[in-house]
């Protein structure tokens, strides 16, 4: 980093945001599998929360690697690039005052963990959609799976490259067991236990 720059203090904080938007602004990092449903769960996490009134936005794994991380493949260190630059900028969304949902994969605790660091205490949720392995081969429509026990696509999460599951995880759904609405709503009310978002009575 250069030495000829500095951080500019904003006017508009991100309570001011807070107060705005009638909530708190915080990170939601669904985990898990390919095929464990993190990006399904997360946009329907997403609509039930804008149907609230919440400023939300989605990072999708495939999204991002449409633009930001067109540049980077799938290698170990490529990941972790991978991993700090949706943090960074879900780091940004929550200072905005915006509830940040992001659908990764995220295999290494340390990626993770290193996301939770760059987080103000409380503001980075970790949600590990919990699906086995053989549940998620059964799901793929994209053949991933297949080409991946071919030995086609190298360095595929679960099969040739490790997933490390969250050990303290700030919540656990069970995604290949419950079904969508369900599991979205458990993360509903999570947020509503934990005063992240108002509780509708």
């Not at 039930?48 to 495939?62: A, K, P, S």
């Not at 690697?65 to 991993?83: K, P």
């Not at 987080?119 to 392995?133: H, R, S």
Request: charged share 25%; proline share 3%.
């Amino acid at each position: 980093m250069s030495s000829n720059i500095q951080w500019h203090h904003a006017v508009v904080t991100r309570p001011l945001r807070e107060r705005l938007n009638n909530h708190k602004s915080f990170i939601l990092w669904f985990t898990g599998l390919s095929g464990a449903g993190k990006s399904t769960l997360a946009h329907r996490v997403e609509e039930l929360l804008f149907e609230r009134g919440c400023r939300t936005y989605v990072f999708d794994g495939d999204n991002v690697r449409h633009g930001l991380c067109a540049d980077l493949g799938f290698s170990i260190e490529d990941r972790h690039e991978n991993i700090r630059r949706i943090g960074e900028m879900s780091k940004l969304f929550v200072e905005a005052g915006v509830i940040a949902l992001t659908a990764f994969i995220s295999p290494l605790r340390a990626d993770r963990d290193m996301v939770r660091s760059l987080a103000q205490a409380g503001d980075f949720i970790e949600v590990y959609c919990n699906a086995p392995l053989e549940v998620c081969e059964e799901r793929d429509v994209k053949g991933l799976y297949k080409k991946a026990r071919q030995g086609v696509i190298p360095e595929f999460t679960g099969i040739s490259s490790p997933y490390e599951a969250p050990e303290n995880p700030e919540i656990t759904v069970h995604t290949g067991r419950d079904g969508l609405e369900a599991c979205a709503l458990q993360v509903v009310r999570f947020l509503e236990e934990r005063g992240q978002i108002q509780t509708i009575t």
